[in-house]
């Protein structure tokens, strides 16, 4: 196995908690490390001067020439509906989410499943920034440089079988810090979301732990969060704790609640209206009241990419 699960991790080897609180400190060594040869990123990560992130080689899709909405517009209008309906109580209310130790547990149709330790997995990962569009179904939007790792390079080295059709995420559960879990309010919780195989392998998907070359805020779905540029925002699940390999469809939570205006699919399309408003433009996070709103592009501008995944199925469907 090229991850250790937490069984097979020799009691010695085992990080000790209180080294999880210095998780910044952490990945700075690691990167340091990987300058220096060990998966071949840039020896300028080693350069204490910069940001742990800065000089992060660029995602293979990188949209370079993007202009990233300001860093605060983005940490300060977030969809986390575990804390709060709005988009601002939820900045100040995820501080108190306990991320330290934080492990994903990863099941199902693999030939290798345990409990990783974050650390353990990031040392194993190769980290660039990607700048992506991000679309809400709300009809917002945003661009922020994510860093993160491929979501396909970890499933693979957990081997999924022959009969892995589907990827299945769990967010994490604490009622104790999460006011609308406590609650039992709206959806049915731990949220869930997922993906199919062929998805969740292709290059653009990632699992992001920073942003604005930083480590990823709480209210921006520390410590690890899903990103999948060309399909609504709520298809990329937050704070994940849990990975499952299925054979069929999961039920993911919006679609158990309003099934008739959340697919499971829920690409971005401007030809297919949510029941109760237009897709077909979007207001730019960040942007004056003057600044017109854009137009939404299919697939959120990467049809070139992904397009052929769903070459046999009927885009005027909502899905």
């Known amino acids: 196995m090229i991850i250790k699960s937490k069984k097979e991790i020799p009691a010695s080897e085992i ?3 209180l080294i999880f609180k210095e998780r910044r400190n952490i990945i700075k060594a690691m990167l340091a490390t990987m300058a220096a040869g060990a998966v071949g990123i840039s020896p300028a990560l080693a350069d204490d001067n910069n940001s742990a992130w800065a000089n992060l080689p660029k995602g293979d899709f990188s949209a370079d020439l993007l202009t990233p909405t300001p860093a605060e517009s983005v940490k300060n209008y977030t969809n986390y ?13 995820a501080q108190n989410l306990r991320t330290d130790p934080w492990s994903v547990e990863i099941s199902g149709e693999v030939e290798n499943p345990g409990n990783y330790y974050l650390e353990d997995i990031l040392r194993q990962q190769t980290l660039q920034e990607h700048v992506y569009r991000f679309r809400c179904v709300e009809g917002w939007s945003m661009v922020v440089p994510w860093v993160g790792f491929s979501l396909g390079h970890l499933l693979k080295t957990v081997k999924p079988l022959s009969t892995a059709r589907f990827v ?14 406590r609650n039992n309010a709206m959806l049915e919780w731990p949220y869930v979301e997922g993906l199919r195989i062929d998805e969740a392998m292709h290059p653009l998907a990632i699992l992001a732990v920073g942003m604005y070359g930083d480590i990823l805020p709480k209210q921006n779905g520390a410590p690890l969060r899903l990103v999948v540029p060309w399909k609504y925002g709520f298809k990329s699940i937050k704070a994940i704790v ?9 039920l993911t939570s919006w679609s158990q609640f309003a099934p008739s205006e959340y697919g499971f699919y829920s690409n971005v399309n401007p030809a297919v209206a949510h029941p109760r408003w237009s897709q077909r433009s979007e207001r730019q996070l960040g942007s004056s009241f003057f600044t017109p709103r854009r137009k939404t592009e299919l697939f959120n501008g990467y049809g070139e990419q992904v397009a052929s995944l769903y070459s ?3 885009l005027r469907h909502f899905f």
């Open 15 to 17: 990080t000790d908690p």
């Open 81 to 93: 509906y575990e804390f709060a309906l709005n988009k601002k109580d939820s900045a100040k209310l």
């Open 168 to 181: 299945k995420f769990t967010s994490v559960y604490q009622p104790e810090i999460m006011p609308r879990q």
């Open 242 to 250: 849990k990975i499952e390999l299925l054979r069929k469809p999961p």
């Open 312 to 314: 046999d199925m009927n």
